[in-house]
Nanobody
Framework: QVQLVESGGGLVQAGDSLRLSCAASERAFTTYAMAWFRQFPGWERQFVARIVWSGTTSYDDSVKGRFTVSGDKSESAVYLQMNNLKPEDTAVYYC?????????????WGQGTQVTVSS
């Protein structure tokens, strides 16, 4: 079973930047899209950003203009550059991948990485 492994989380101050990374355990892992979600305490996971390897990206309104998703299809890797972080961005961030179209769900999930933003 392919695993997704996130890294790059940590504790930062408001206004700082972080870059999250996610890589699949197998380079030959073919996907149609990879995405980032986050989970606030007591809430369900929420969509943050997505990259479709055909060339499109999408974002939740709360992160537009501050976060940038990118990736390397050949490496089965996805990144999330987070700038101007706010305390309300504090959450566990998960990467996800799908091998199915249309994209309605994600079959593969990482274990999550904690991002904490202090005021």
């Amino acid at each position: 079973q392919v695993q997704l492994v996130e890294s790059g989380g940590g504790l930062v101050q408001a206004g700082d930047s972080l870059r999250l990374s996610c890589a699949a355990s197998e380079r030959a892992f073919t996907t149609y899209a990879m995405a980032w979600f986050r989970q606030f305490p007591g809430w369900e996971r929420q969509f943050v950003a997505r990259i479709v390897w055909s060339g499109t990206t999408s974002y939740d309104d709360s992160v537009k203009g501050r976060f940038t998703v990118s990736g390397d299809k050949s490496e089965s890797a996805v990144y999330l550059q987070m700038n101007n972080l706010k305390p309300e961005d504090t959450a566990v961030y998960y990467c996800a991948a799908t091998q199915r179209l249309p994209i309605t769900d994600y079959e593969y999930w990482g274990q999550g990485t904690q991002v904490t933003v202090s005021s």
